[in-house]
T-cell receptor
Framework: DAKTTQPTSMDCAEGRAANLPCNHS???????VYWYRQIHSQGPQYIIH???NNETNEMASLIITEDRKSSTLILPHATLRDTAVYYC?????????????FGPGTRLSVLP | DAGITQSPRHKVTETGTPVTLRCHQT?????MYWYRQDPGHGLRLIHY???????DKGEVSDGYSVSRSKTEDFLLTLESATSSQTSVYFC????????????FGPGTRLTVT
Protein backbone atom coordinates (compact mmCIF):
# COMPACT_ATOMS: atom_id res chain seq x y z
CA ASP A 1 0.00 0.00 0.00
CA ALA A 2 1.16 3.54 -0.74
CA LYS A 3 2.52 5.61 2.10
CA THR A 4 0.89 8.83 3.18
CA THR A 5 2.24 12.05 4.65
CA GLN A 6 0.18 14.22 6.95
CA PRO A 7 1.01 17.20 9.14
CA THR A 8 1.63 16.23 12.73
CA SER A 9 -0.88 18.67 14.17
CA MET A 10 -3.33 21.42 13.22
CA ASP A 11 -5.57 23.87 15.01
CA CYS A 12 -8.98 25.06 13.86
CA ALA A 13 -11.40 27.56 15.34
CA GLU A 14 -14.78 26.22 16.35
CA GLY A 15 -17.38 26.81 13.64
CA ARG A 16 -14.80 27.18 10.89
CA ALA A 17 -13.97 24.64 8.22
CA ALA A 18 -11.14 22.28 9.03
CA ASN A 19 -9.06 21.30 6.00
CA LEU A 20 -6.77 18.35 6.60
CA PRO A 21 -4.26 17.61 3.83
CA CYS A 22 -2.71 14.30 2.89
CA ASN A 23 0.02 13.51 0.39
CA HIS A 24 0.08 10.11 -1.28
CA SER A 25 2.33 10.70 -4.26
CA UNK A 26 3.00 6.98 -4.90
CA UNK A 27 -0.64 5.95 -4.97
CA UNK A 28 -1.56 3.30 -7.52
CA UNK A 29 -4.58 3.30 -9.78
CA UNK A 30 -6.38 0.64 -7.74
CA UNK A 31 -5.81 2.23 -4.34
CA UNK A 32 -8.57 4.02 -2.49
CA VAL A 33 -8.12 6.92 -0.09
CA TYR A 34 -9.77 6.46 3.31
CA TRP A 35 -10.09 8.80 6.24
CA TYR A 36 -10.60 7.71 9.83
CA ARG A 37 -10.38 9.53 13.10
CA GLN A 38 -9.74 8.46 16.65
CA ILE A 39 -10.96 10.36 19.64
CA HIS A 40 -8.92 9.72 22.73
CA SER A 41 -9.17 6.10 23.94
CA GLN A 42 -12.01 5.25 21.55
CA GLY A 43 -11.98 2.97 18.52
CA PRO A 44 -11.16 4.49 15.12
CA GLN A 45 -14.20 5.98 13.43
CA TYR A 46 -14.73 5.74 9.68
CA ILE A 47 -15.30 9.09 8.01
CA ILE A 48 -15.21 8.77 4.24
CA HIS A 49 -13.38 7.17 1.33
CA UNK A 50 -12.98 7.61 -2.42
CA UNK A 51 -11.10 6.49 -5.49
CA UNK A 52 -10.81 9.52 -7.75
CA ASN A 53 -14.03 11.50 -7.56
CA ASN A 54 -14.77 13.96 -4.78
CA GLU A 55 -17.05 12.52 -2.14
CA THR A 56 -19.35 14.04 0.46
CA ASN A 57 -21.35 12.54 3.29
CA GLU A 58 -22.98 13.80 6.46
CA MET A 59 -19.65 14.05 8.24
CA ALA A 60 -17.21 15.47 5.72
CA SER A 61 -16.08 16.05 2.16
CA LEU A 62 -13.13 14.41 0.47
CA ILE A 63 -11.35 16.29 -2.29
CA ILE A 64 -8.89 14.24 -4.37
CA THR A 65 -6.63 16.01 -6.84
CA GLU A 66 -6.88 15.06 -10.48
CA ASP A 67 -3.50 13.30 -10.41
CA ARG A 68 -4.57 11.56 -7.15
CA LYS A 69 -1.27 12.40 -5.50
CA SER A 70 -2.94 14.29 -2.67
CA SER A 71 -6.28 14.76 -0.99
CA THR A 72 -7.99 17.01 1.54
CA LEU A 73 -10.55 16.10 4.16
CA ILE A 74 -12.91 18.96 4.89
CA LEU A 75 -14.99 19.20 8.06
CA PRO A 76 -17.30 22.06 7.08
CA HIS A 77 -18.15 23.41 10.53
CA ALA A 78 -15.74 22.06 13.12
CA THR A 79 -16.96 21.57 16.69
CA LEU A 80 -15.06 20.81 19.88
CA ARG A 81 -16.12 17.17 19.49
CA ASP A 82 -14.12 16.98 16.27
CA THR A 83 -10.88 17.20 18.25
CA ALA A 84 -9.17 13.91 17.39
CA VAL A 85 -6.34 12.27 15.49
CA TYR A 86 -7.20 12.01 11.81
CA TYR A 87 -5.72 9.26 9.68
CA CYS A 88 -5.38 9.25 5.91
CA UNK A 89 -4.92 5.74 4.55
CA UNK A 90 -4.47 4.45 1.03
CA UNK A 91 -5.32 0.84 0.48
CA UNK A 92 -5.67 -1.63 -2.34
CA UNK A 93 -9.18 -2.97 -2.73
CA UNK A 94 -8.79 -6.68 -3.26
CA UNK A 95 -11.17 -9.57 -2.88
CA UNK A 96 -10.26 -10.33 0.70
CA UNK A 97 -10.78 -8.12 3.69
CA UNK A 98 -7.47 -6.45 4.22
CA UNK A 99 -6.15 -4.52 7.15
CA UNK A 100 -5.90 -0.78 7.32
CA UNK A 101 -2.42 0.54 8.07
CA PHE A 102 -2.72 3.51 10.39
CA GLY A 103 0.20 5.94 10.43
CA PRO A 104 0.73 8.68 13.04
CA GLY A 105 -2.04 10.88 11.57
CA THR A 106 -2.81 14.55 12.19
CA ARG A 107 -3.84 15.69 15.65
CA LEU A 108 -6.60 18.24 15.09
CA SER A 109 -7.41 20.57 17.95
CA VAL A 110 -10.63 22.54 17.61
CA LEU A 111 -10.35 25.67 19.71
CA PRO A 112 -13.27 27.60 21.24
CA ASP B 1 -22.77 3.42 15.23
CA ALA B 2 -22.11 -0.07 13.97
CA GLY B 3 -23.33 -2.75 16.36
CA ILE B 4 -19.99 -3.97 17.70
CA THR B 5 -19.31 -4.81 21.31
CA GLN B 6 -16.14 -6.08 22.93
CA SER B 7 -15.80 -7.88 26.21
CA PRO B 8 -14.28 -7.43 28.63
CA ARG B 9 -13.52 -3.72 28.24
CA HIS B 10 -10.71 -3.86 30.77
CA LYS B 11 -8.71 -6.80 32.06
CA VAL B 12 -5.65 -7.29 34.23
CA THR B 13 -4.06 -10.71 34.17
CA GLU B 14 -0.83 -12.38 35.18
CA THR B 15 1.93 -13.61 32.91
CA GLY B 16 1.35 -17.17 31.75
CA THR B 17 -2.42 -17.21 32.10
CA PRO B 18 -4.75 -17.75 29.14
CA VAL B 19 -6.97 -14.86 28.11
CA THR B 20 -9.88 -14.73 25.69
CA LEU B 21 -11.31 -11.53 24.29
CA ARG B 22 -14.68 -11.50 22.59
CA CYS B 23 -15.98 -9.41 19.74
CA HIS B 24 -19.70 -9.52 19.01
CA GLN B 25 -21.48 -7.88 16.07
CA THR B 26 -25.14 -7.47 15.23
CA UNK B 27 -24.57 -6.33 11.62
CA UNK B 28 -24.20 -9.77 10.00
CA UNK B 29 -20.98 -8.59 8.34
CA UNK B 30 -18.80 -11.25 6.77
CA UNK B 31 -15.37 -9.92 7.72
CA MET B 32 -14.04 -9.46 11.24
CA TYR B 33 -10.60 -8.32 12.39
CA TRP B 34 -8.49 -8.09 15.51
CA TYR B 35 -5.97 -5.25 15.86
CA ARG B 36 -3.73 -4.14 18.67
CA GLN B 37 -2.72 -0.53 19.26
CA ASP B 38 0.49 0.44 20.97
CA PRO B 39 2.23 3.81 21.29
CA GLY B 40 4.60 4.35 18.38
CA HIS B 41 3.17 1.46 16.35
CA GLY B 42 -0.31 2.55 15.40
CA LEU B 43 -2.82 -0.23 14.80
CA ARG B 44 -1.44 -3.60 13.75
CA LEU B 45 -3.50 -6.49 12.43
CA ILE B 46 -3.36 -9.70 14.47
CA HIS B 47 -5.83 -11.99 12.70
CA TYR B 48 -8.86 -11.64 10.52
CA UNK B 49 -11.80 -13.76 9.44
CA UNK B 50 -13.57 -13.81 6.11
CA UNK B 51 -16.36 -16.14 7.14
CA UNK B 52 -17.39 -18.72 9.72
CA UNK B 53 -14.40 -20.96 10.42
CA UNK B 54 -12.31 -19.03 7.86
CA UNK B 55 -9.45 -17.11 9.41
CA ASP B 56 -6.01 -15.88 8.43
CA LYS B 57 -2.98 -14.34 10.09
CA GLY B 58 -2.07 -10.70 10.17
CA GLU B 59 1.30 -9.07 10.70
CA VAL B 60 1.58 -9.73 14.46
CA SER B 61 -0.11 -13.10 14.94
CA ASP B 62 2.54 -14.87 17.06
CA GLY B 63 1.17 -15.75 20.47
CA TYR B 64 -2.46 -15.30 19.42
CA SER B 65 -5.13 -17.60 18.10
CA VAL B 66 -8.67 -16.89 16.92
CA SER B 67 -11.90 -18.71 16.38
CA ARG B 68 -15.13 -17.91 14.63
CA SER B 69 -17.89 -20.48 15.04
CA LYS B 70 -20.73 -18.03 14.39
CA THR B 71 -21.04 -15.03 12.11
CA GLU B 72 -21.56 -12.70 15.04
CA ASP B 73 -18.66 -13.73 17.28
CA PHE B 74 -14.91 -13.55 16.79
CA LEU B 75 -12.73 -14.66 19.69
CA LEU B 76 -9.10 -13.75 20.27
CA THR B 77 -7.12 -16.00 22.61
CA LEU B 78 -3.77 -15.39 24.20
CA GLU B 79 -2.71 -18.92 25.09
CA SER B 80 -0.13 -17.81 27.65
CA ALA B 81 -0.15 -14.07 28.17
CA THR B 82 3.13 -12.15 28.25
CA SER B 83 3.89 -8.59 29.29
CA SER B 84 4.54 -7.67 25.64
CA GLN B 85 0.87 -8.36 24.96
CA THR B 86 -0.19 -5.50 27.20
CA SER B 87 -2.08 -3.35 24.74
CA VAL B 88 -5.41 -2.00 23.62
CA TYR B 89 -7.21 -4.49 21.38
CA PHE B 90 -9.74 -3.40 18.79
CA CYS B 91 -12.15 -5.52 16.84
CA UNK B 92 -13.39 -4.35 13.45
CA UNK B 93 -16.02 -5.55 11.01
CA UNK B 94 -16.57 -5.07 7.32
CA UNK B 95 -19.48 -5.93 5.07
CA UNK B 96 -17.20 -7.31 2.42
CA UNK B 97 -13.74 -7.24 1.02
CA UNK B 98 -12.70 -4.93 -1.75
CA UNK B 99 -13.19 -1.27 -1.00
CA UNK B 100 -15.59 -1.70 1.92
CA UNK B 101 -14.75 0.32 4.98
CA UNK B 102 -14.15 -1.24 8.39
CA UNK B 103 -16.00 -0.27 11.54
CA PHE B 104 -14.23 -0.54 14.86
CA GLY B 105 -15.40 -1.57 18.30
CA PRO B 106 -14.74 0.35 21.53
CA GLY B 107 -11.60 -1.59 22.44
CA THR B 108 -10.35 -3.78 25.28
CA ARG B 109 -7.52 -2.57 27.47
CA LEU B 110 -5.45 -5.57 28.54
CA THR B 111 -2.69 -5.37 31.12
CA VAL B 112 -0.42 -8.36 31.69
CA THR B 113 1.55 -8.12 34.93
Amino acid sequence: DAKTTQPTSMDCAEGRAANLPCNHSTISGNEYVYWYRQIHSQGPQYIIHGLKNNETNEMASLIITEDRKSSTLILPHATLRDTAVYYCIVRVADIYGQNFVFGPGTRLSVLP
Amino acid sequence: DAGITQSPRHKVTETGTPVTLRCHQTENHRYMYWYRQDPGHGLRLIHYSYGVKDTDKGEVSDGYSVSRSKTEDFLLTLESATSSQTSVYFCAISYGGGSYEQYFGPGTRLTVT
